[in-house]
């Protein structure tokens, strides 16, 4: 064996060649130290996986539902933008200018209210957040500065629905006079003329008549167990 051979190796015996870089150990006291397993550090991960998903399932249907909707349009988002682009990024690419983009695009593309586009990039944020993606606070800052001018602009704040009217005693009139028979209303399944049971009538006014005395929502209201509603409907 000549001296090549013994300092490179031979096809028989191949020599490791470990590339790396020389440095001051007294700049790095750490140098030459190798990272000890720590277990408890995979279980908090474990269990800060298992509390973010625990969470999301805990929460009411209808609020999954909408945080469903949003993350959907967060991907249609990424469907326009790969056409725009010609390339396609991950939905975990959460940067100033996507999430700027996506605000960009609800309001342009979607013709979104303010209001409804500052709820979907929260709820976006709070998904992702679930996902493991992370969500820079560079990100969510430019969103808001982003928001401000569509917030201030009376034009755009009238999209959408715009706040609930608030009742009025001639509105809780009609609906206390409203008809036993109700035609059915433009674009229903159901072609035929409702007749009302006046049993119901008469709780749908007892209902609404309290709502509109104690400033009640609907989510209040609905609280009511079937003893209390068939008490207020009672005929007098």
């Known amino acids: 064996m000549t001296a090549t051979e013994g300092e490179h190796g031979t096809l028989l015996e191949p020599v490791e060649v470990v590339y790396a870089e020389l440095v001051d150990e007294a700049e790095t006291p750490t140098a030459g130290t190798v990272a000890e397993y720590d277990p ?4 908090l991960a474990a269990l800060e996986m298992e509390a973010a998903e625990h969470l999301h399932d805990v929460r009411p249907h209808k609020t999954r539902s909408g945080y469903a909707r949003d993350w959907a349009l967060w991907e249609e988002y990424h469907d326009w933008l790969a056409e725009q682009r010609s390339t396609r990024l991950p939905l975990s690419s959460i940067t100033v200018g996507t999430y700027v983009g996506f605000v960009k695009w609800l309001h342009a593309v979607q013709k979104a209210a303010p209001n409804s586009i500052e709820r979907r990039v929260t709820r976006v944020a709070s998904e992702a957040r679930m996902r493991g993606y992370e969500v820079p ?3 969510r800052a430019a969103v808001t500065q982003a928001l401000k001018p569509l917030k201030l602009d009376k034009e ?14 001639d509105d809780l ?15 229903a399944r159901r072609r035929r003329m409702q007749v009302v049971p006046e049993l119901a009538r008469l709780r749908d006014r007892s209902l609404h008549t309290m709502r509109f005395a104690v400033a009640g929502r609907n989510a209040e209201m609905s609280e009511l167990d079937d003893s209390g509603i068939q008490l207020v409907g009672r005929r007098p």
């Open 173 to 187: 009139r009609k609906m206390n006079t409203a008809p036993r028979e109700r035609a059915p209303q433009e674009g």
């Open 137 to 139: 606070k560079a990100a």
């Open 156 to 169: 755009r704040q009238a999209r959408g629905r715009g706040k609930a009217a608030a009742i009025t005693p």
């Open 40 to 43: 408890a550090t995979e279980v």
